[in-house]
């Protein structure tokens, strides 16, 4: 007799409960305003839940309502869920629409020409962290099957994309793969073309297969990733657009120096560099490259053409014509003194296998280390002007 009584209140109980769940007319009225267009329920019915946070239960039914935007022609398109709060029995109130997500409708979405032009511009943002190891694009960038359109707002829309392709996985294997990733594009205003964009968020790639290829067989993968051949076409690039220089094979490591130190004495630091180009030694350059020099190679390239070029004091200025070995010259290396006393640069250079011809390793002395300094504080601009002839300074020119 109890557990019959127990379970008549709990079945009255559930009764106040559910007719106290506000209709679906009660909530298009409380979300409709005067720009509402239409509201639609994601959900067949709503969720009583406690709220911890404010200590009271509430009841949330997921809505998306259709308005008028700001922008004409424009219409917002936001989902989230209409919550009520409990106020007694059988009674709830309308509290507040908790927004999940805005998205714009009306607006033309990028066209694919526009996509792949502008993800073209950047294949290392879009790539990611496989960029350095793609070896093919099995199937270009498009949209998904499913694009998730999302605008944010006019000038921000995201969209779903997939891509297949082969990439290295390890030093011994390869393997193919698809892959998603929610792309972002940005434009300025809704008239402005897209600017720029952003990969908003992606999955792992699905990998379908992989290969054991061995080591031999990803070494030379490894010079065909898009890293590497769009660095190298750009180092190519870059190479072509130095000034033309005649470099001589040398027979001695001071002839080559006596070669660089009046390039830097006449040159330009892009003659320079293309002289660089041709004499530094293989390590300055990426495994299998030519023209592709290492972060390192750049950094010592940079830093000696801001030394003998772009101070207060040149090279120019600092070192006379003739080259001034000094007594620590021996062997592979070059020290020379500049006309101010303690300052003094050196190169040194080695024989390297250049190629073969005929199956015989042709040598060449190539460049391994420069090391260029030019003392520009103001002792020595002081001893540099103090002399009103130039000739003076360098007796032996």
């Not at 010079?223 to 220089?245: D, G, H, M, N, Y």
């Not at 003998?308 to 007594?327: D, F």
Request: charged residues 25%.
């Amino acid at each position: 007799m109890r557990f019959l009584t127990a379970l008549v209140l709990l079945l009255m109980f559930a009764t106040v409960i559910c007719s106290a769940q506000p209709s679906d007319e009660q909530i298009r009225k409380d979300l409709t305003n005067s720009g509402t267009k239409k509201i639609t329920f994601t959900k067949t019915t709503g969720t009583r839940q406690w709220n911890k946070d404010i200590g009271n239960w509430e009841w949330v039914r997921g809505v998306k309502i259709l308005r008028s935007s700001q922008f004409a022609g424009i219409d917002l398109e936001v989902e989230g869920d209409a919550v009520y709060q409990y106020t007694g029995p059988n009674k709830y109130s309308y509290w507040k629409f908790r927004t999940l997500s805005n998205n714009y409708v009306g607006l033309p979405n990028p066209t694919p020409e526009e996509i792949r032009t502008l993800i073209s511009t950047n294949w290392q943002k879009f790539f990611g962290y496989n960029y350095n190891n793609i070896t093919t694009i099995t199937k270009q960038p498009e949209l998904d099957a499913n694009p998730e359109w999302n605008w944010d707002d006019p000038s921000k829309v995201n969209f779903t994309m997939t891509v297949s392709y082969e990439f290295i996985t390890s030093n011994t294997e390869v393997s193919k793969a698809e892959h998603k990733r929610v792309v972002r594009f940005f434009r300025n205003d809704v008239k402005s073309p897209w600017r720029d964009f952003l990969i908003y968020s992606e999955t792992d790639p699905t990998i379908t297969e992989t290969k054991n290829v061995g080591e031999a067989t990803v070494r030379q993968l490894r010079k065909k990733t898009l890293a590497f051949t769009e660095r190298e076409q750009l180092a190519q690039q870059a190479a072509s657009s130095l000034p033309q220089v005649d470099v001589p094979e040398f027979s001695s490591v001071m002839e080559l120096t006596k070669f660089v130190h009046n390039t830097l004495r006449t040159g330009t630091p892009e003659q320079f560099r293309a002289v660089m180009i041709k004499l530094l030694a293989p390590q300055f350059f990426e495994q299998g490259s030519k023209t592709q020099l290492t972060a390192f190679a750049e950094q010592t390239l940079n830093d000696v053409i801001k030394v003998a070029y772009k101070g207060a004091v040149t090279y120019k200025q600092e070192y006379c014509k003739t080259l001034n070995p000094t007594s620590l010259t021996e062997g592979n290396t070059v020290y020379f003194s500049s006309c101010i006393k303690n300052t003094v640069s050196e190169i040194a250079a080695g024989e390297y296998n250049v190629g073969y011809k005929e199956g015989v390793p042709q040598k060449a002395l190539r460049i391994f280390r420069i090391e260029i300094r030019v003392r520009d504080d103001q002792d020595a601009m002081d001893f540099l002007n103090s002399f009103s002839n130039p000739n003076k300074l360098c007796p032996n020119d």
